[in-house]
């Protein structure tokens, strides 16, 4: 598959907070081989063991990059178990991280998107030394990520394609008898409630409402439309639809987080 030359900037999302050092030492490896590289944080809050939100974030922020962009992403419960590594070439950039279903919204969204998984045995010919079984960011993630982003390896040399991965951890939303369920898949900083349900899904409703929690929500266009302290609905910047609630919290004000049921469908209409 085609992709951009390396263009040296390299995107970090994992679930690591920034209370501990591991970032920045993943960093460090990074520069240590690549000392001009472009670190970009995509994001280090994602909920912890949870790498359905870090694909979530991945899938729909990726392509704002350069192409040759080396995205990193490191939400792995299963860090020094049998799990694969896998690197990904979608639209001309690079992805790199468990196979624990954190790539597998990339791969569906990018229709020729090639997977291939790390051979182990190839990881000996990068340099990299003794591998603890508790930290791959920094002894296998961010090596590798280096060699990429400076176009020294190629995403050929680290192991063969494969056709399958482990799927995501969410289901995609359902359709049926004129609803769309979904799930809340984060809260942003701000606690709007940012749901699966990308847009097309509710195109055919006439006068779409939001059922969440015990409200029954209209569908806005703008936070404005609402007044301070009213719970609304509306299709955000990343083209899915979020629960808000104007100059507030959704999520503290209706007691909701991840994982909580979303539905959308008409207004019931009286004659």
Not at 117 to 142: C, E, K, N, Q, Y
Request: hydrophobic fraction near 45%.
């Amino acid at each position: 598959m085609e992709r951009a030359d390396a263009c040296g900037v390299i995107t970090l999302t994992t679930d690591f907070g920034h209370k501990d050092p591991f970032v920045g030492v993943m960093k460090g490896r990074i520069y240590e081989r690549f000392p001009d590289a472009r670190i970009v944080d995509l994001t280090h809050e994602i909920l912890a063991h949870w790498p359905a939100e870090a694909g979530f974030w991945l899938s729909r922020s990726f392509e704002y990059f350069p192409r040759g962009t080396v995205h990193v992403a490191v939400v792995d419960p299963g860090v020094g178990t049998a799990r694969d590594i896998l690197v990904v070439e979608a639209a001309g950039h690079l992805l790199l991280a468990p196979d624990n279903g954190l790539l597998a919204p990339v791969v569906a969204r990018v229709a020729e998107a090639t997977v291939r998984r790390v051979d182990a045995a190839r990881l000996g010919g990068f340099g990299l030394g003794r591998i603890s079984a508790t930290f791959h960011g920094r002894d296998i993630f961010a090596p590798l990520a280096a060699e990429l982003a400076a176009g020294r390896a190629a995403a050929g040399e680290l192991g063969p394609r494969v056709q399958g991965l482990v799927p995501a951890w969410v289901d995609d939303p359902q359709s049926s008898d004129g609803a769309v369920n979904g799930v809340v898949i984060t809260v942003d900083h701000f606690g709007n409630l940012i749901s699966n349900i990308e847009s097309r899904w509710i195109a055919g409703l006439v006068e779409p409402h939001v059922y969440a929690g015990n409200r029954i929500l209209p569908v806005r266009r703008t936070y404005g439309e609402a007044r301070p302290g009213e719970f609304l609905a509306l299709v955000n910047s990343f083209d899915v639809l979020e629960i808000a609630c104007a100059e507030g919290s959704a999520a503290d004000g209706l007691g909701l987080s991840r994982g909580a049921p979303v539905v959308v469908r008409d207004a019931v209409r009286r004659s």
